[in-house]
């Protein structure tokens, strides 16, 4: 290959480099900056869930988190590899994340039902089932002109967060799959490949056999109870 030729491969290669750290040092500093008042806002969007959740006699657990940088900068390199690129911090949904747990899914529905009707912004509704047991519905949620017309809410306008709400025994099967399948704890993905597939297998295989079979019969079992 002519050097001409290779040399303007370097320099395109060296140029994409250094444009994608620009734009993962931009994003970052950005939201480092926006980040106490993203803090205030997921205290302020868990206390409104929870007062929700109190009023209406839920059984439920809820837990939240704001993002922090080293995790974001995680997700913008995954998502760069898909081809997705993010404009500004205020584009990324989840930088505030909040896990409502309920006993059943019909409290589950009911409760997705109460949140269209009492927050008022903007509201997304997804419903994420996959083959490795978590399922889910996503809400991605911001207050309405009713509580940003209020001096305390205001400066919330713009921002979002992501209401991930299910069950509890999906749950509890989330938690244990993130930390053997998705995060690996044990690093058995590099030191023996064919052991981490097998347990993948088998894992998937309890899912189908037991987890989601459990989920259905205690459904029945509590409609069975209050009907």
Request: charged share 35%.
């Amino acid at each position: 290959m002519p050097m001409g030729i290779i040399e303007n491969i370097i320099s395109m290669f060296n140029q994409r480099h250094k444009d994608e750290k620009v734009y993962l040092d931009t994003i970052l500093t950005d939201y480092k900056n926006k980040r106490p008042s993203y803090e205030e806002f997921r205290v302020a969007a868990h206390k409104t869930l929870e007062a929700l959740l109190e009023e209406s006699g839920y059984k439920y657990q809820i837990f939240s988190r704001t993002k922090v940088p080293e995790r974001l900068e995680e997700k913008l390199i995954r998502k760069r590899a898909e081809g997705v690129y993010y404009y500004a911090v205020e584009d990324i949904e989840d930088l505030v994340g909040i896990r409502v747990v309920f006993y059943t899914e019909r409290d589950k529905e009911k409760f997705i039902k109460k949140i269209k009707n009492e927050i008022g912004g903007f509201l997304k509704v997804k419903e994420r089932d996959k083959q490795n047991g978590y399922k889910a519905t996503h809400v991605i949620m911001s207050f309405g002109r009713k509580r940003l017309k209020l001096s305390e809410y205001k400066h919330f306008r713009g921002l979002k967060s992501e209401i991930q709400i299910t069950s509890i025994l999906h749950h509890a099967w989330a938690e244990i799959e993130h930390d053997l399948i998705y995060k690996d704890i044990n690093n058995l993905k590099i030191q023996n490949p064919g052991k981490f597939a097998l347990m993948k297998q088998k894992m998937n295989g309890l899912m189908e056999k037991y987890i989601k079979k459990a989920a259905t019969e205690l459904e029945e079992i509590i409609d069975e109870s209050i009907s």
